[in-house]
Protein backbone atom coordinates (compact mmCIF):
# COMPACT_ATOMS: atom_id res chain seq x y z
CA UNK A 1 0.00 0.00 0.00
CA UNK A 2 1.09 3.81 -0.75
CA UNK A 3 1.50 5.29 2.66
CA UNK A 4 2.20 8.75 1.14
CA UNK A 5 -1.17 8.35 -0.81
CA UNK A 6 -3.38 7.21 2.06
CA UNK A 7 -2.24 9.98 4.59
CA UNK A 8 -2.51 12.70 2.06
CA UNK A 9 -6.34 11.23 0.83
CA UNK A 10 -6.66 11.53 4.63
CA UNK A 11 -5.74 15.05 4.92
CA UNK A 12 -7.95 16.65 2.61
CA UNK A 13 -11.40 16.62 1.31
CA UNK A 14 -11.56 17.85 -2.14
CA UNK A 15 -10.73 15.78 -5.34
CA UNK A 16 -9.17 17.98 -8.50
CA UNK A 17 -8.41 15.70 -11.59
CA UNK A 18 -6.68 16.80 -14.71
CA UNK A 19 -8.49 15.20 -17.37
CA UNK A 20 -6.03 13.57 -19.82
CA UNK A 21 -4.25 11.31 -18.36
CA UNK A 22 -6.46 10.33 -14.89
CA UNK A 23 -9.86 10.17 -16.63
CA UNK A 24 -9.10 9.55 -20.57
CA UNK A 25 -6.39 9.32 -23.00
CA UNK A 26 -8.54 11.82 -25.19
CA UNK A 27 -5.99 11.53 -27.86
CA UNK A 28 -6.08 7.82 -27.78
CA UNK A 29 -8.04 7.73 -31.53
CA UNK A 30 -6.97 10.67 -33.13
CA UNK A 31 -3.40 11.12 -32.38
CA UNK A 32 -1.71 14.67 -30.99
CA UNK A 33 1.03 14.51 -33.20
CA UNK A 34 -2.10 14.48 -36.38
CA UNK A 35 -3.97 17.18 -34.34
CA UNK A 36 -0.55 19.50 -33.72
CA UNK A 37 0.24 18.97 -38.01
CA UNK A 38 -3.41 19.79 -38.43
CA UNK A 39 -3.28 22.88 -35.85
CA UNK A 40 0.34 23.96 -38.10
CA UNK A 41 -1.33 23.93 -41.19
CA UNK A 42 -3.80 26.16 -39.86
CA UNK A 43 -1.13 28.82 -39.16
CA UNK A 44 0.37 27.96 -42.50
CA UNK A 45 -3.30 29.19 -44.61
CA UNK A 46 -3.24 32.11 -42.35
CA UNK A 47 0.07 32.91 -43.93
CA UNK A 48 2.39 32.90 -40.31
CA UNK A 49 5.76 31.97 -40.56
CA UNK A 50 6.28 28.07 -39.15
CA UNK A 51 10.02 27.47 -37.78
CA UNK A 52 11.05 24.00 -38.74
CA UNK A 53 10.46 23.13 -34.59
CA UNK A 54 6.93 24.17 -34.27
CA UNK A 55 6.18 22.23 -37.58
CA UNK A 56 7.35 18.90 -35.95
CA UNK A 57 5.81 19.67 -32.49
CA UNK A 58 4.18 16.91 -31.72
CA UNK A 59 1.73 18.48 -28.47
CA UNK A 60 -1.03 20.47 -29.77
CA UNK A 61 -1.05 22.36 -26.89
CA UNK A 62 2.60 23.32 -27.67
CA UNK A 63 1.37 24.61 -30.95
CA UNK A 64 -1.48 26.84 -29.50
CA UNK A 65 0.98 28.21 -26.78
CA UNK A 66 3.56 29.15 -28.82
CA UNK A 67 0.97 30.71 -31.33
CA UNK A 68 -0.35 32.56 -28.21
CA UNK A 69 3.16 33.53 -27.45
CA UNK A 70 3.12 35.48 -31.00
CA UNK A 71 0.34 37.82 -29.77
CA UNK A 72 -1.71 37.94 -32.42
CA UNK A 73 -5.02 37.44 -31.19
CA UNK A 74 -6.75 36.89 -34.49
CA UNK A 75 -4.43 34.08 -34.84
CA UNK A 76 -4.84 32.33 -31.71
CA UNK A 77 -8.18 31.99 -31.79
CA UNK A 78 -8.58 30.86 -35.20
CA UNK A 79 -5.75 27.62 -33.72
CA UNK A 80 -8.24 27.68 -30.47
CA UNK A 81 -11.32 27.26 -32.69
CA UNK A 82 -9.27 24.66 -34.42
CA UNK A 83 -8.05 22.55 -31.24
CA UNK A 84 -11.57 22.90 -29.28
CA UNK A 85 -13.25 21.34 -32.65
CA UNK A 86 -10.21 18.48 -32.88
CA UNK A 87 -10.80 17.72 -29.01
CA UNK A 88 -14.30 17.76 -29.59
CA UNK A 89 -13.55 15.50 -32.13
CA UNK A 90 -11.40 13.14 -30.17
CA UNK A 91 -13.25 12.35 -27.20
CA UNK A 92 -15.80 10.16 -29.36
CA UNK A 93 -12.67 7.51 -29.50
CA UNK A 94 -11.13 8.95 -26.32
CA UNK A 95 -9.75 5.55 -24.55
CA UNK A 96 -10.99 5.55 -20.73
CA UNK A 97 -8.22 5.46 -18.37
CA UNK A 98 -8.61 2.21 -16.07
CA UNK A 99 -10.09 3.50 -12.68
CA UNK A 100 -10.51 6.34 -13.92
CA UNK A 101 -14.41 5.81 -13.36
CA UNK A 102 -14.19 4.50 -10.25
CA UNK A 103 -11.88 7.39 -8.69
CA UNK A 104 -14.91 9.56 -9.61
CA UNK A 105 -17.71 7.96 -8.79
CA UNK A 106 -15.87 6.38 -5.26
CA UNK A 107 -15.25 9.65 -4.21
CA UNK A 108 -18.54 11.46 -4.50
CA UNK A 109 -20.22 8.53 -3.04
CA UNK A 110 -17.63 8.83 -0.20
CA UNK A 111 -18.68 12.56 -0.04
CA UNK A 112 -15.63 14.06 -1.64
CA UNK A 113 -16.39 16.81 -4.10
CA UNK A 114 -14.58 16.05 -7.37
CA UNK A 115 -13.80 18.68 -10.08
CA UNK A 116 -11.23 18.62 -13.36
CA UNK A 117 -9.48 21.25 -14.02
CA UNK A 118 -8.08 20.86 -17.58
CA UNK A 119 -5.86 22.30 -20.31
CA UNK A 120 -8.24 20.93 -22.55
CA UNK A 121 -11.13 22.82 -23.58
CA UNK A 122 -14.09 22.61 -21.07
CA UNK A 123 -16.73 21.79 -24.17
CA UNK A 124 -14.49 18.90 -24.65
CA UNK A 125 -14.33 17.38 -21.04
CA UNK A 126 -18.09 17.81 -20.82
CA UNK A 127 -18.56 15.66 -23.68
CA UNK A 128 -16.64 13.15 -22.53
CA UNK A 129 -18.60 12.93 -19.08
CA UNK A 130 -22.02 12.96 -20.51
CA UNK A 131 -21.07 10.48 -23.24
CA UNK A 132 -19.57 8.03 -20.34
CA UNK A 133 -22.60 9.10 -17.86
CA UNK A 134 -20.08 10.77 -15.19
CA UNK A 135 -21.33 14.48 -15.67
CA UNK A 136 -23.41 14.15 -12.83
CA UNK A 137 -20.52 13.11 -10.45
CA UNK A 138 -17.96 16.44 -11.13
CA UNK A 139 -18.74 19.97 -11.07
CA UNK A 140 -16.90 22.31 -11.72
CA UNK A 141 -15.40 21.60 -14.93
CA UNK A 142 -12.54 23.78 -15.49
CA UNK A 143 -10.76 23.80 -19.21
CA UNK A 144 -8.96 26.28 -20.73
CA UNK A 145 -9.26 29.69 -20.77
CA UNK A 146 -10.55 30.87 -24.24
CA UNK A 147 -7.38 32.03 -26.73
CA UNK A 148 -5.45 32.77 -23.72
CA UNK A 149 -3.05 30.29 -23.32
CA UNK A 150 -1.02 31.31 -20.66
CA UNK A 151 -3.78 30.93 -18.08
CA UNK A 152 -3.27 26.89 -18.68
CA UNK A 153 -1.19 25.15 -16.37
CA UNK A 154 0.99 25.34 -14.82
CA UNK A 155 -0.52 28.75 -14.00
CA UNK A 156 -2.35 28.18 -11.49
CA UNK A 157 -4.89 30.69 -12.13
CA UNK A 158 -7.56 27.50 -13.27
CA UNK A 159 -6.99 25.41 -10.45
CA UNK A 160 -7.70 28.11 -7.81
CA UNK A 161 -10.77 28.98 -9.97
CA UNK A 162 -12.04 25.30 -8.69
CA UNK A 163 -10.77 25.82 -5.42
CA UNK A 164 -12.87 29.05 -5.12
CA UNK A 165 -15.76 27.33 -6.94
CA UNK A 166 -15.67 24.75 -4.80
CA UNK A 167 -16.54 26.87 -1.93
CA UNK A 168 -13.15 25.62 -0.08
CA UNK A 169 -9.51 26.29 0.62
CA UNK A 170 -6.66 25.31 -1.37
CA UNK A 171 -5.34 23.35 1.40
CA UNK A 172 -8.10 21.00 1.20
CA UNK A 173 -7.47 20.00 -1.76
CA UNK A 174 -5.30 17.51 -3.97
CA UNK A 175 -4.84 17.31 -7.42
CA UNK A 176 -4.19 14.39 -9.82
CA UNK A 177 -1.95 14.93 -12.97
CA UNK A 178 0.38 13.18 -15.34
CA UNK A 179 2.14 16.08 -15.86
CA UNK A 180 4.79 18.33 -14.69
CA UNK A 181 2.35 21.29 -15.29
CA UNK A 182 0.17 19.52 -13.08
CA UNK A 183 2.46 19.53 -10.13
CA UNK A 184 3.92 22.86 -10.43
CA UNK A 185 0.64 24.04 -10.98
CA UNK A 186 -0.86 22.83 -7.72
CA UNK A 187 2.38 23.81 -5.93
CA UNK A 188 1.98 27.42 -7.07
CA UNK A 189 -1.89 27.15 -5.75
CA UNK A 190 -1.24 26.04 -2.43
CA UNK A 191 -2.92 22.85 -3.66
CA UNK A 192 -1.44 18.60 -2.43
CA UNK A 193 -0.50 17.00 -5.83
CA UNK A 194 -0.57 13.23 -6.81
CA UNK A 195 1.64 12.19 -9.44
CA UNK A 196 0.14 10.13 -12.17
CA UNK A 197 3.13 8.19 -13.59
CA UNK A 198 1.74 6.37 -16.26
CA UNK A 199 4.68 6.46 -17.74
CA UNK A 200 7.44 4.91 -15.64
CA UNK A 201 10.09 7.55 -16.34
CA UNK A 202 7.43 9.73 -14.96
CA UNK A 203 7.89 8.78 -11.27
CA UNK A 204 10.79 10.34 -10.32
CA UNK A 205 10.27 13.94 -12.47
CA UNK A 206 7.17 13.93 -10.17
CA UNK A 207 9.08 13.59 -6.90
CA UNK A 208 11.57 15.81 -8.10
CA UNK A 209 9.20 18.69 -8.49
CA UNK A 210 7.34 18.26 -5.07
CA UNK A 211 4.69 16.06 -5.57
CA UNK A 212 3.09 14.80 -2.46
CA UNK A 213 2.56 11.20 -3.45
CA UNK A 214 3.40 9.38 -7.23
CA UNK A 215 0.80 6.36 -8.39
CA UNK A 216 1.37 4.29 -11.45
CA UNK A 217 -2.25 3.42 -11.10
CA UNK A 218 -5.51 5.15 -10.60
CA UNK A 219 -6.97 1.89 -8.77
CA UNK A 220 -4.43 3.18 -6.08
CA UNK A 221 -7.00 5.56 -5.30
CA UNK A 222 -10.21 4.32 -6.04
CA UNK A 223 -8.91 1.32 -3.56
CA UNK A 224 -8.73 3.84 -0.59
CA UNK A 225 -11.92 5.93 -1.38
CA UNK A 226 -13.93 2.86 -1.78
CA UNK A 227 -12.42 1.51 2.20
CA UNK A 228 -13.28 4.85 3.01
CA UNK A 229 -16.47 4.07 2.15
CA UNK A 230 -17.09 0.42 3.89
CA UNK A 231 -15.21 1.78 6.91
Known sequence: MNADLGRLLGDVDTLLLDFDGPVCSIFAGYPAPQVAAELVDVLRRLRVEVPPDLASEPDPLEVLRRTGAVGDQGVTRAIEDALCAAEIRAVETAEPTPYGREVIVAARQAGVPVAVVSNNSAVAVSTYLVAHRLAGYVSPIVGRSYADPDRMKPNPAPILQAVNALGTT??????????????????????????????????????????????????????????????
Open 170 to 231: AGRCVLIGDSLSDIDGAGAAGVRSIGYANRSAKAERFRAAGADAVITNMGEVATLLIDAISG
